[in-house]
């Protein structure tokens, strides 16, 4: 089976034929969920069967559903989720409490995630929060420091795959300092590489066995200042794989971002070329999509091999009484209020 380093959004709540013909023809390893797809919990879990059943496989699908601001799955329908910040806010209390609080928090969105047929959460956020950044990271991070955010990120982490949902940690090697949005722009962190491996980078290092981590396209510019993370052989070689010892699935950032230049082939050659095992594409563009299928390559070697552990990351549900976790979540978060 020849299966495409490639992760696909689509256009609409239904799959379109020519969209059927074009995924089965391409067979990504994924898909990822967006609102424009989202309508109830009838509609998604028909969709979520209707693309495994196109690909004929178990495909990974993924959302971004952290909490807070970036959520997909929202009220009424689905439970409101606390941002990170919330949970930073808790370990300033209590930081025992804090872990077990997103633990808890991150198995009930495993909970309603595989209620829908989605086995993937594009989370948890290991940026941290720096004063003066462009606000895109924001209450999205678990904390301003290393420490925090390593043991609220793992507390995520083990949350999601208690309830059979994979994990995918971002933006590494850190998004939290850019003065720019990468949806709109390209952002240069200029400060000098060690003071990096000591912020920015060290949650990735404390988290460096989770199954996924997606890039950040964002140029740090005193160790390749030509290219983004997501294209640079030497942020991936040495710094994601090296000093941060990131060895699970590398993904991209989604290719569509206004960080990237060139062309679709170009954006998905040159960032599988610098090291990443798997592309990022969202929006369902079908000319898009297309080029992108042009600079794609199969799945093969230590890439394929990620790519499976990742999968297995989905294997294991633990009992869960989600009732009894969302009354403890709330009387913890009750504390804040207090």
Same mark, same amino acid.
């Given at each position: 089976?020849?299966?495409?380093?490639?992760?696909?959004?689509?256009?609409?709540?239904?799959?379109?034929?020519?969209?059927?013909?074009?995924?089965?023809?391409?067979?990504?390893?994924?898909?990822?969920?967006?609102?424009? =797809?989202?309508?109830?919990? @009838?509609?998604?879990?028909?969709?979520?069967?209707?693309?495994?059943?196109?690909?004929?496989?178990?495909?990974?699908?993924?959302?971004?559903?952290?909490?807070?601001?970036?959520?997909?799955? @929202?009220?009424?329908?689905?439970?409101?989720?606390?941002?990170?910040?919330?949970?930073?806010?808790?370990?300033?209390?209590?930081?025992?409490?804090?872990?077990?609080?997103?633990? +808890? =928090?991150? @198995?009930?969105?495993?909970?309603?995630?595989?209620?829908?047929?989605?086995?993937?959460?594009?989370?948890?956020?290991?940026?941290?929060? +720096?004063?003066?950044?462009?606000?895109?990271?924001?209450?999205?991070?678990?904390?301003?420091?290393?420490?925090?955010?390593?043991?609220?990120?793992?507390?995520?982490?083990?949350?999601?795959?208690?309830?059979?949902?994979?994990? +995918?940690?971002?933006?590494?090697?850190?998004?939290?300092?850019?003065?720019?949005?990468?949806?709109?722009?390209?952002?240069?962190?200029?400060?000098?590489?060690?003071?990096?491996?000591?912020?920015?980078?060290?949650?990735?290092?404390?988290? *460096?066995?989770?199954?996924?981590?997606?890039?950040?396209?964002?140029?740090?510019?005193?160790?390749?200042?030509?290219?983004?993370?997501?294209?640079?052989?030497?942020?991936?070689?040495?710094?994601?794989?090296?000093?941060?010892?990131?060895?699970?699935?590398?993904?991209?950032?989604?290719?569509?971002?206004?960080?990237?230049?060139?062309?679709?082939?170009?954006?998905?050659?040159?960032?599988?070329?610098?090291?990443?095992?798997?592309?990022?594409?969202? =929006?369902?563009?079908?000319?898009?999509?297309?080029?992108?299928?042009?600079?794609?390559?199969?799945?093969?070697?230590?890439?394929?091999?990620?790519?499976?552990?990742?999968?297995?990351?989905?294997?294991?549900?633990?009992?869960?009484?989600?009732?009894?976790?969302?009354? @403890?979540? *709330?009387?913890?978060?009750?504390?804040?209020?207090?």
């Amino acid at each position: 089976m020849t299966i495409a380093s490639v992760i696909y959004g689509l256009a609409g709540t239904t799959l379109g034929p020519d969209e059927k013909a074009f995924f089965r023809d391409i067979d990504p390893w994924g898909f990822i969920l967006f609102a424009r =797809n989202i309508d109830g919990i @009838r509609q998604v879990s028909r969709l979520t069967l209707e693309l495994r059943d196109c690909i004929g496989r178990d495909v990974p699908i993924l959302i971004d559903q952290e909490g807070g601001r970036v959520a997909r799955l @929202r009220p009424p329908t689905w439970r409101a989720a606390p941002a990170a910040e919330r949970f930073a806010d808790l370990w300033k209390i209590d930081a025992e409490m804090a872990i077990e609080a997103t633990r +808890i =928090n991150h @198995r009930l969105l495993a909970h309603e995630l595989r209620t829908i047929g989605v086995d993937v959460d594009c989370a948890p956020v290991a940026d941290l929060r +720096i004063d003066g950044a462009d606000d895109i990271i924001g209450d999205r991070a678990f904390g301003r420091t290393p420490e925090p955010v390593i043991h609220l990120g793992r507390a995520a982490m083990d949350g999601l795959m208690a309830g059979g949902v994979a994990p +995918i940690i971002k933006h590494i090697p850190g998004h939290g300092r850019a003065l720019a949005d990468s949806h709109l722009e390209l952002p240069v962190v200029p400060e000098e590489h060690g003071l990096l491996s000591e912020t920015d980078f060290a949650p990735f290092k404390g988290l *460096n066995d989770a199954p996924m981590a997606m890039t950040a396209h964002i140029v740090y510019a005193d160790i390749d200042s030509d290219h983004p993370a997501t294209q640079s052989a030497e942020l991936v070689g040495k710094v994601i794989r090296g000093e941060i010892g990131f060895d699970g699935l590398l993904m991209t950032d989604d290719l569509s971002m206004k960080a990237l230049t060139g062309t679709f082939r170009e954006r998905g050659e040159r960032s599988l070329g610098a090291g990443c095992d798997m592309l990022l594409h969202c =929006n369902g563009d079908m000319d898009e999509m297309m080029a992108v299928a042009e600079g794609t390559t199969s799945l093969a070697g230590k890439a394929l091999e990620r790519a499976e552990a990742a999968e297995a990351a989905r294997d294991v549900i633990e009992d869960f009484d989600p009732v009894d976790a969302e009354s @403890r979540l *709330n009387s913890w978060l009750d504390r804040l209020s207090a």
